[in-house]
């Protein structure tokens, strides 16, 4: 017997599986792989949550913390980032308790990420977010030194 299709051909096994689960056949699914894999869509949900907030937070960073340097693509980036995330947690509701949380991580990620691209030293920044995820997402919310 050769390699287990979900080992050999991801893409093939994922197919399989969903005809097999159409078609009621319960008992030849993959359930364990299947379960495995519901899980990890899960977690990348969340993961995606975290990596969007960093890149708005870090580009709202360096938008107060530059003001000189402002440009037309950190405005977009931080438009884009809006929107990505609104639509994000539109097509993903039970992400919303889980903010608070994805925030204080994402915030962590960003000051990382603003000290490396400003060159300014991480005492710059204040160590937790000073924004809400609420002002962070605001079209109106562009913060000023």
């Known amino acids: 017997m050769g390699e287990p299709l979900y080992d050999s051909d991801f893409y093939g096994w994922v197919n399989q599986q969903l005809d097999l689960?159409?078609?009621?056949n319960l008992d030849?699914?993959?359930i364990k792989n299947i379960a495995l894999e519901i899980e990890a869509m899960g977690k990348n949900l969340h993961r995606e949550l975290v990596s969007r907030l960093k890149v708005l937070l870090m580009h709202l960073l360096k938008w107060q913390y530059q003001?000189?340097?402002?440009?037309?693509?950190w405005r977009y980036t931080i438009?884009?980032?809006r929107e990505e995330l609104s639509d994000h947690i539109k097509d993903n509701p039970s992400l919303k308790p889980r903010i608070p949380a994805a925030m204080e991580r994402a915030y962590r990620y960003a000051l990382i990420e603003a000290t490396k691209e400003t060159g300014?030293?991480?005492e710059t920044f204040p160590s937790?977010?000073?924004w809400t995820y609420d002002q962070a997402?605001?079209?109106d919310f562009w913060p000023a030194d």
């Open 21 to 24: 689960l159409r078609s009621g």
């Open 28 to 30: 030849e699914a993959d």
């Open 67 to 73: 003001p000189g340097l402002q440009s037309n693509s």
């Open 79 to 81: 438009v884009g980032q």
């Open 120 to 122: 300014l030293p991480l």
């Open 128 to 130: 937790t977010c000073p």
């Open 137 to 139: 997402m605001s079209a």
